[in-house]
Nanobody, 127 residues
Framework: QGQLVQSGGGSVQPGGSLRLACDAS????????MGWFRQAPGKGREGVAV???????HYANSVRGRFTISRDNAKNTVYLQMNSLKPEDSAMYYC?????????????????????WGAGTLVTISS
């Protein structure tokens, strides 16, 4: 189990864009899935997007068509491109890695099968 280092985040107006990055170079355990999850104050953690070692992806319905998850294998880094941001997207965003084989379950359960987590980065969307 290794360290995941996050970068990105910040404040943006509705309709704007942000790009998050997660450096998984320090993750030494075998993994099948990496992804992004978020949690707003007073709310539970919810899945946003995941990607597996085959390049397959799965998105939450609330972000599908607006967010894109990708992975640079050479850099061992996962990205989350967030476009058309809405106020309801405001949350603490966490990168995670694990060995889950079910992408929909991992998203729907808010991180099922994920055993290593980044420190989180705050995303705020407001007028």
């Amino acid at each position: 189990q290794g360290q995941l280092v996050q970068s990105g985040g910040g404040s943006v107006q509705p309709g704007g864009s942000l790009r998050l990055a997660c450096d998984a170079s320090g993750y030494t355990k075998a993994w099948k899935t990496m992804g992004w999850f978020r949690q707003a104050p007073g709310k539970g953690r919810e899945g946003v997007a995941v990607i597996n070692t085959d390049g397959n992806t799965h998105y939450a319905n609330s972000v599908r068509g607006r967010f894109t998850i990708s992975r640079d294998n050479a850099k061992n880094t996962v990205y989350l491109q967030m476009n058309s941001l809405k106020p309801e997207d405001s949350a603490m965003y966490y990168c995670a890695a694990g060995r889950t084989l079910s992408l929909p379950r991992t998203v729907d359960a808010g991180g099922y099968g994920m055993d290593s987590w980044g420190a989180g980065t705050l995303v705020t969307i407001s007028s």
